[in-house]
């Protein structure tokens, strides 16, 4: 098997290297029966994986012991044995009763040849890796009843606890990244037509950028998020569906580094709450179902991902913070999200400190029952 005897080969120089060093090196050895591959072996040989892995293990071991590798057998273990599992069994029994286990359904991307979901990291041009030939079908995003384990209930004390970690800069940040910890606000908007009437609907935005409120110009939405539908119009819908069934086919790294900006207007408008401008609100595939809301400001006076989209889809940008010449062309792609002074919102905002006129902005909303203080987590 050749993914084993590249990655154990990697640990075998480590072991060894180490041993040479003078160092006690735990070399072990283990199973899981319940992978992906052992599974969908077990599944089309027809018999149960202890059955299958037990005829797979000792072939295993021969071609191991061939390669010369320094495992300690002594330190085996296998995921299909009463004596592993019961412990499994035991932690999620455990996080269960404690209410760290639950389920729920959520868009995950499906492989209907190996019917299981996949990771963004195993889509590979829009097929699974396993099966990425030029006749196999590309994946699909499904709605799936599965399990969680709530470990964003200890987001903080994670992101804590990263920079005493003897790791390196790089992974530490990576961490922290992946974590995301971002403070900000939820922002209501009614929906309405073009000429300001309001429907009985509203929804929120989250931004770590209450004072560019006032510059807003666009709303743009998730594809996945359950909100399109209602945000779409009778004569636009079948655009909107055509958009969200293409973009299902981008992994979400692939759609925040896309820097086409595609999208497509949903026929509704929002009114702003600060000062009640009509914007027109957009499905677009930069923004990610699972982040926030899952809807955002569009702000391409000082966001760079809102700038592309707006001038692919002509649409117009202010700034709400006074720029630095070189930063004035609202028709490039040089974005000053610096502190300055504030600009373009009216009194009693005009002159204050960006960071001043955001929290006052923030507190005139929230008084209106329009803002909240939210905390996300990617």
Known sequence: HIGHAMNYTISDVKARFKRQQGFESYHPMGWDAFGLPAENYAIKAGVS???????????????YKAMGWSND???????????????????????????????DSRLQWWCEIDKTVLANEQI??????????????????????QWFFKITDYADELLEAIDDLDWTESVKLAQKNWIGRSEGAEINWRVCDKQGTEEDLSFETFTTRKDTVPGVTFIAVAPESPLLDSLTSEDQKDNVDKYRKDATHLSDLQRQEDRSKTGGFTGKYAKSPFNGAIVPIYVANYVLGGYGTGVVMGMGGHDLRDREFSLK????????TEVPKEYEDLHGLKIWSGEGKQINSGAPYDGLSNKEAGERIFSELKQEDLAKEQVNYK
């Open 49 to 63: 994986p202890q059955e299958s892995m037990a005829t797979i293990i000792p072939a295993y071991h021969k071609q």
């Open 73 to 103: 057998w002594e330190k085996e273990i296998a995921t299909h044995l009463p004596q592993y599992y019961k412990w499994t069994q035991w932690i999620f029994s455990q996080m269960y009763k404690h209410g760290l286990a639950y389920q």
């Open 124 to 145: 590979v041009d829009g097929k699974c890796w396993r099966h990425d030939g030029p006749g196999d079908p590309l994946v699909q995003k499904k709605e799936v009843k």
């Open 313 to 320: 889809h002509d649409l117009p940008n202010i700034l709400t």
